[in-house]
């Protein structure tokens, strides 16, 4: 589901950074190419070569920095801090969702993704009394392991999202009613990818028509409860 791709993509650009930094330690220190590779390397007539000094690896690292800034115009590491640090908002104006959004999965213009659930099912957003916002539309599936389940319209781009949405892994799903463990939640709030302090979700079910009932807590201290109902496709 979508919130197991965020930090799928957040890694992707930590392993990245990992990556980079990694090849330019290397090529700093020295270090060595093959399993069992000596200090010293193996010249033409087969004597050993002397290892680099301390002072030779100090200028050598001092060039491949020199030449690193020459090469970013010294900007390097504040791209990746941009990268890393920029996150999109979690409040302001209310966004509304689109109503002429069409069912599935839409790829607009900049290549952004946007998935409407339309399958039968709702979910209403209560937040404090600020909030009481009722969506149409779900997806439910018994995936065995996890219950996968979304009610509105994601945005793959966090600083575009419109509307609500709610997305949820949930494990070990009672066979009648109960508690689920949550495995993974994902909430937008009028557009804005939304934290959660906490939160619990209880589970009534009844054939093939799945009742869930989530209560916690925003990050600003607001109580939230989204009541949703959908129809459960087992594959």
Not at 59 to 75: L, S, Y
Not at 135 to 148: M, Y
Not at 187 to 193: A, E, V
């Amino acid at each position: 589901m979508t919130r197991a791709e965020k930090p799928l993509r957040a890694s992707a650009r930590v392993v990245s950074l990992l990556l980079a930094v990694g090849v330019s330690v290397s090529a700093c220190t020295g270090a060595p190419t093959g399993a069992g590779s000596d200090p010293g390397q193996q010249t033409a007539s087969g004597t050993a070569a002397p290892a680099a000094t301390g002072e030779e690896h100090a200028d050598d690292h001092g060039e491949h920095a020199d030449e690193h800034a020459d090469e970013t115009g010294g900007d390097d590491h504040a791209h990746h801090d941009e990268d890393v640090e920029t996150a999109a908002p979690t409040t302001g104006p209310p966004r509304p969702a689109d109503p002429d959004l069409e069912c599935g999965t839409t790829v607009l213009d900049d290549l952004e993704q946007v998935t409407r659930y339309c399958d039968e099912g709702s979910a209403r957003f209560v937040v404090a009394d600020d909030k009481d916002t009722t969506v149409e539309g779900a997806t439910c599936e018994d995936r065995g392991a996890f219950f996968l389940a979304h009610f509105g319209t994601n945005y793959s781009d966090d600083f575009n999202s419109r509307g609500d949405y709610l997305g949820l892994a949930l494990e070990e799903m009672p066979e009648t009613s109960g508690t689920a463990p949550i495995y993974a939640l994902e909430l937008t709030l009028d557009g804005y990818k939304t934290p959660l302090g906490g939160a619990d979700v209880e589970v009534s079910r009844s054939g093939g028509t799945v009742d869930l009932t989530l209560t916690g807590e925003l990050a600003d201290g607001r109580d939230l409860l989204v009541e949703a109902t959908c129809e459960v496709s087992a594959d």
